[in-house]
């Protein structure tokens, strides 16, 4: 029996690295049977055990217990979760300020699903080159919100030096992964950080000011100055997956203290009385931005 890591999945086959070599390989039936509320029962970042067969390719047999993952809901139409990255050291959501504009939306949903998840994370955002002096005055604000919550957040352009030194010694020797809508230059960052991998960049839609898929499957890459970083396909949208409208303030850090003085064991933060989440808003010891942030997510979680 060999042993492996998955590098990428594309949804038949599965490339596993030995640190030697990358090997194609197959999933039995069995183990999609299994996982029937996942779409993907292997994800990229698993360790794997795996046997060689006549043709050169192998067959994985052994999914190892994963100490994390990144899921969300599954899209398209289809039922479950979908597991877009397991096994990982730490988990950056990337935002830009424009082109497309930033979505704190976004950003609260991601990271509400790394505290749940147990994922450590933090937050870069990118094409400072592109902001305006009112606009870097907001993304310094928004910085300054989320590293009071105890996220790191970078502030980067590609086409500057200082922005590459700082994340290649923040993802030197870790396995890391960036996650964010197209557009948003996460490959451009890759490159940046090691340039021999020369990932192909997308544009940006005139139109919709979205950004085009570049990358299809996620994927882990090898780092020349060690450790792996993960490229995702562009996420427009991100599902919560398996998060209760009760335990919902459990993910928001901000919040953690000052729940437990609320009148109702049961309280949702919105309109019980008696509410202390709700009274440290009024008073501005809960960010507003974040507090609607958390009633649009508890709004979207279902009864």
């Known amino acids: 029996m060999n042993s492996g890591i998955?590098?990428?999945?594309?949804?038949?086959?599965?490339?596993?690295?030995?640190?030697?070599?990358?090997?194609?390989?197959?999933?039995?039936?069995?183990?999609?049977?299994?996982?029937?509320?996942?779409?993907?029962?292997?994800?990229?970042?698993?360790?794997?055990?795996?046997?060689?067969?006549?043709?050169?390719?192998?067959?994985?047999?052994?999914?190892?217990?994963?100490?994390?993952?990144?899921?969300?809901?599954?899209?398209?139409?289809?039922?479950?979760?979908q597991i877009l990255i397991s096994n990982i050291d730490k988990a950056w959501v990337v935002q830009s300020v424009k082109s497309p504009k930033l979505n704190m939306g976004f950003i609260d949903r991601f990271l509400v699903t790394c505290e749940a998840y147990e994922v450590p994370a933090g937050i870069i955002i990118n094409k400072m080159d592109l902001a305006n002096e009112k606009a870097r005055e907001v993304m310094q604000d928004i910085s300054g919100l989320y590293q009071g919550l105890g996220y790191d957040v970078v502030l980067t352009s590609v086409n500057q030096i200082e922005s590459a030194n700082k994340l290649r010694k923040l993802f030197s020797g870790s396995i890391s992964v960036m996650i964010g809508p197209s557009g948003v230059g996460k490959s451009s960052l890759i490159n940046a950080i090691d340039p021999s991998l020369n990932l192909r960049v997308g544009e940006i839609s005139s139109h919709s000011d979205k950004g085009k898929h570049t990358t299809t499957f996620a994927r882990l890459i090898?780092?020349?100055?060690?450790?792996?970083?993960?490229?995702?396909p562009g996420i427009r949208e991100f599902g919560l997956v398996k998060i209760q409208k009760s335990e919902l303030s459990l993910y928001f850090p901000e919040m953690e203290e000052t729940r437990q003085l609320c009148k109702y064991y049961n309280c949702t933060h919105y309109h019980e009385p008696g509410c202390a989440v709700h009274e440290a808003f009024k008073k501005g010891s809960v960010d507003a931005d974040r507090y609607h942030s958390y009633l649009n997510i508890l709004d979207s979680l279902p009864e």
């Open 222 to 232: 090898a780092l020349e100055q060690g450790g792996f970083i993960a490229d995702t």
């Open 6 to 81: 998955v590098i990428q999945s594309t949804g038949k086959w599965y490339i596993v690295s030995d640190g030697d070599r990358e090997i194609d390989c197959r999933l039995p039936g069995i183990f999609r049977l299994n996982s029937k509320e996942v779409t993907n029962p292997v994800a990229a970042g698993d360790h794997v055990d795996y046997t060689l067969e006549e043709d050169g390719k192998g067959t994985i047999r052994k999914i190892h217990e994963r100490r994390n993952h990144i899921p969300r809901q599954a899209t398209h139409g289809r039922r479950g979760e």
